[in-house]
């Protein structure tokens, strides 16, 4: 049997598992309260985690890095300088402690987007960088789980073997899977063969020749995945065959913030709220206490949908909002923001 998500209502699943796959970096496990019931997802996708801290449940967007069909998700946690969410994970989430979760979400998957054919194979490279490994690593086990025969190349960037989130799950599948090539290139190599240096277009040259072949999935930190892009630009790469991660949250305080008011009603509560014109609608909401989920703040995960009954805002982001939803005026409060009196409403 296949777990049942709520629509967009959080469900509880139970923490069954955590361990360390760097000094700082966990895997946890999820699974339902009482059945051993499979999850189905589209292999690169993320889930928005909600944790409650200090009295207050706090969302975040982790992408998945278990195989679809197994009865547990996983997610693979970096700590993160003033992380509330992720650094609480890591330290103080225990085993069979309970989470909030909302349903996989996201473009950026190998199911939507499947690596084109060349010379009768399809052929991807798979590039990341830290905490970036997840979601390209979910999309290999996915290929290979299947024996779909994808010729896959892995270019993962790190500092040291010590600190490559799966190096020896990695090595393994090198060794076993003739579809997967690891190529890791490290600041330090320590012992080990694998080469010293920053990515850039010699690089990835070097360690990927046939690139031009394949179907590029990348994900990382952002300036990491800017200087990819660039680097395959500059190289001549196809970009409609580039797909990448793009849940970066923007931070939107104080950002083209005036000083001329505006007023928020939310009829469902009652209440009104005094903002600023220019101010993201997710932040006036959040900061009255109201009951919206924002988890990736960056418009594609869809958590904090509501609809805007009156009144006008600006929205860079439609994500996961159908046209009648957009007709309708649904909008995605992280990233919209205020250009008048509103009426809004939550859920």
């Known amino acids: 049997m296949f777990f049942e998500w709520q629509g967009t209502q959080p469900v509880t699943l139970r923490c069954i598992d955590k361990y360390h796959e760097t000094t700082d970096t966990v895997s946890v496990k999820l699974a339902d309260l009482s059945e051993s019931l499979l999850f ?26 278990s195989l679809s069909g197994e009865d547990c998700l996983q997610l693979t946690i970096k700590r993160v300088d003033g992380g509330k969410v992720s650094n609480y994970i890591i330290d103080k989430l225990l085993i069979g402690d309970t989470v909030q979760a909302l349903p ?32 390209v690593f979910a999309m290999a086990k996915q290929w290979l789980s299947n024996e779909q025969g994808v010729d896959i190349e892995f270019l993962h960037i790190a500092r040291s073997p010590q600190e490559t989130i799966y190096f020896d799950l990695l090595e393994t599948y090198h060794s076993v899977y003739p579809d997967f090539n690891l190529k890791l290139l490290l600041k330090n190599c320590g012992e080990t063969l694998y080469p010293e240096g920053r990515l850039n277009t010699e690089w990835l ?26 680097y395959l630009n500059e190289l001549g790469f196809e970009m409609a065959n580039f797909y ?19 007023q928020i009603f939310v009829p469902d509560f009652a209440k009104t709220i005094d903002a600023n014109k220019g101010e993201a609608l997710a932040d006036a909401l959040e900061s009255a206490g109201l009951p919206l989920i924002v988890a990736c703040r960056s418009g594609i995960c869809g958590s904090c949908k ?11 982001s439609h994500e996961t909002l159908t046209p009648e939803e957009i007709e309708q005026g649904y909008v995605l409060a992280c990233s919209s923001t205020i250009e008048s009196d509103l009426e809004v409403q939550i859920g």
Do not use: W
Not at 111 to 135: N, V, W, Y
Not at 306 to 316: A, F, I, Y
């Open 104 to 135: 996989p979400a996201g473009e950026f998957n190998c199911i939507d987007h499947p690596p084109k054919m060349h010379g009768g194979k399809q052929k991807a490279l798979l590039i990341s960088a830290g905490c970036g490994i997840t979601p």
């Open 306 to 316: 509501c609809k805007v009954s009156k009144g006008s805002v600006s929205s860079t």
């Open 40 to 65: 189905e997802f589209k292999a690169g996708q993320f889930i928005s985690l909600g944790i409650e801290i200090d009295g207050k449940m706090e969302f975040r967007a982790y992408s998945l890095s």
């Open 205 to 230: 040259q070097e360690l990927v020749p046939d690139f031009h072949d394949r179907t590029v999935y990348l994900c990382g930190p952002s300036q990491f995945m800017l200087d990819v892009h660039h």
């Open 244 to 262: 990448q991660e793009s849940f970066t949250p923007t931070d939107t305080k104080g950002a083209n913030v005036s000083n001329e008011s505006a």
